[in-house]
């Protein structure tokens, strides 16, 4: 006959191993809530405020923007308006969708375009479109220029000398595109009064000595309230009118008013001839937080 071993509970002993068992369930139940709460408390607002926007490059406290004002006593704020002008499409930073059209007498070009900018110093700028040319792109960092060719696979150093040489065939050069001279430190200016057509001021800008560069002068005009550039007619070295710039379509970026649409049209050719490039913003994004590492030349050369 075999035997099977009991464990003997007195009712007494029963009641406490209950009493410790419920003590456990209910310590178990107390804690969840905790533990769910504290991972609440330990998510950063920053994080849940870029989760609900959907947009992780901008900051979440960022200040709303607000207009600036030029006009003063009846008179333009010549300074304030011309540092407001050559940082007009890149602010602190930015990120910028544009197409340019390039209009020829026998052919017209389009490129689709994304534009990353931090202060003056850094640019990238990318082909997207057409397929031909796609992965195409420009980099600036302080006075250094590269082109990237991904046909060839090859990442080509722009000397200083070709700053002022076409970028891409169009009527830009590559010192529009990355913005290498600076209207306040290679030009001297000042207000020369009003304009009729088009209605603004009239601000002429004047070469320095010691600047390198295709133009002797130029001449802009902006809006009455200082704020929307209307026409730049640009001089070459022996004062001759080379070309005129012309913004308009004026759209909200980002809660700024600015030009959507510049067309550029070389003065230089005969009618047969005649060209122009327009460069046109689908849309800007103002001080987004860019990576260091968009403006590298291992970042130039990915391929896309």
């Known amino acids: 006959m075999k035997f099977t071993p009991e464990i003997i509970i007195s009712s007494k002993s029963y009641y406490y191993l209950l009493l410790l068992c419920f003590v456990f369930v209910c310590a178990g139940f107390a804690q969840e809530p905790r533990a769910v709460e504290d991972n609440k408390d330990s998510q950063p607002e920053v994080e849940e405020s870029a989760t609900q926007d959907g947009d992780q490059s901008r900051p979440?406290?960022?200040?709303?923007?607000?207009?600036?004002?030029?006009?003063?006593d009846g008179k333009l704020d010549l300074e304030a308006a011309v540092k407001y002008f050559e940082d007009m499409y890149r602010s602190k930073s930015s990120i910028s969708e544009v197409e340019l059209i390039i209009t020829?007498?026998?052919?017209?070009r389009r490129m689709g375009m994304k534009?990353?900018?931090?202060?003056?110093?850094k640019a990238l700028i990318?082909?997207?479109s057409p397929a031909r040319e796609k992965g195409t792109a420009t980099l600036k960092v302080d006075k250094n220029l590269w082109n990237y060719l991904p046909r060839i696979r090859r990442t080509i150093r722009i000397p200083p000398s070709m700053m002022l040489a076409s970028w891409m065939g169009s009527d830009l050069t590559n010192d529009d595109l990355v913005r290498e001279s600076s209207f306040m430190e290679d030009y001297t200016y000042e207000l020369t009064g009003r304009t009729e057509d088009p209605a603004g001021w009239l601000i002429?800008?004047?070469a320095r000595p010691d600047t390198v560069g295709l133009w002797k002068r130029f001449e802009l005009v902006v809006s009455n309230d200082g704020r929307i550039p209307l026409e730049a007619r640009y001089y070459d070295r022996k004062d001759r009118p080379a070309r005129t710039i012309y913004w308009d379509q004026v759209k909200d970026f980002d809660g700024r008013r600015i030009p959507s649409h510049l067309t550029l049209i070389p003065e230089d050719k005969d009618e047969e001839e005649q060209?122009?490039?327009e460069m046109i913003y689908h849309n800007i994004q103002f001080d987004v937080e860019v990576p260091e590492s968009t403006f590298s030349l291992s970042n130039l050369e990915q391929k896309r």
């Open 104 to 108: 020829k007498p026998r052919r017209e």
């Open 204 to 206: 002429t800008f004047e």
């Open 275 to 277: 060209q122009k490039t």
């Open 115 to 121: 534009i990353w900018t931090r202060g003056t110093e």
């Open 126 to 128: 990318l082909i997207e």
């Open 60 to 72: 979440a406290a960022a200040e709303p923007y607000e207009e600036p004002v030029f006009i003063k």
